[in-house]
């Protein structure tokens, strides 16, 4: 099977720039995760959607980051403005949650945010 | 509140040595626990969950409920072994909530 994609692989902006990051889960996932990683630190939860439905997003800060997922399907992260702190990997995951309480997660590769 | 703690930032050990990576939780009530593994340039990946009580690249995990601890072992260290290894629960009355730990580096030397 296709693995999660995400894209960019690396983006660079300045401080007050607004930036969007691009995750497209496994066919059939209904679990749609993003995580903030970081350096030296474990991948924090941000967001996590039940098909095109918000289940937790009370780690996301709101008066700047924004998530959606359309159709159920394919996820948009955006930080708008970007703050030098945002600096960090951006880890979308995916899980076939409904189908076991035990569904692991399968990453893609991250976005990685240098925010100057 | 839910918290996953790996006191270790790194941990080196020589080729053949034993193995172990320590967790502990806080979760009230009855979380699944699971040891995910970074491998150099790969993504974050399954390494075993304790509900499938298998050895995977002989690591095993036992979860121990007195103690809240999920601790990752292996008898014989491989320099392949040298990886990023995180700890994470999933819990949260059917949300499939994942919190992870910070992580421990393992670097086994020649």
């Known amino acids: 099977e296709a693995g999660v994609a995400q894209s960019p692989r690396y983006k660079i902006i300045e401080k007050r720039q607004s930036v969007a990051f691009w995750c497209n889960p496994i066919?059939?996932?209904?679990?749609l995760y993003w995580y903030q990683q970081i350096l030296g630190q474990g991948p924090k939860l941000l967001i996590q959607f039940q098909n095109n439905g918000v289940v937790d997003d009370s780690q996301l800060p709101k008066d700047r980051f924004s998530a959606e997922r359309l159709k159920g399907v394919d996820s948009t992260l955006k930080i708008q403005p970007a703050k030098l702190e945002d600096s960090a990997v951006y880890l979308c995951?995916?899980?076939?949650?409904?189908?076991?309480?035990?569904?692991?997660?399968?990453f893609g590769n991250g976005t990685r945010l240098t925010v100057t | 509140a839910q918290r996953v703690t790996q006191p270790e930032k790194l941990l080196s050990v020589f080729k053949g040595a034993p193995v172990e990576l320590k967790c502990n939780y806080s979760?009230?009530?009855?979380?699944?626990l699971f040891w995910y593994v970074q491998y150099s340039r790969q993504r974050l990946q399954l390494l075993l969950r304790?509900?499938s009580r298998e050895s995977i690249k002989g690591f095993t995990a036992d979860l121990n409920k007195g103690e809240t601890s999920f601790h990752l072992k292996k008898p014989f260290a491989q320099e392949e072994d040298s990886a990023m290894y995180y700890c994470?629960?999933?819990?949260?009355?059917?949300?499939?909530?994942?919190?992870f730990g910070t992580g421990t580096r393992l670097k086994v030397l020649a």
């Open positions: 304790h509900i």
């Open positions: 995951a995916s899980s076939d949650a409904g189908a076991s309480y035990n569904s692991p997660l399968h």
């Open positions: 994470a629960l999933s819990g949260g009355s059917g949300t499939y909530k994942y919190i």
């Open positions: 979760y009230s009530g009855s979380p699944e």
């Open positions: 066919s059939g996932h209904a679990t």
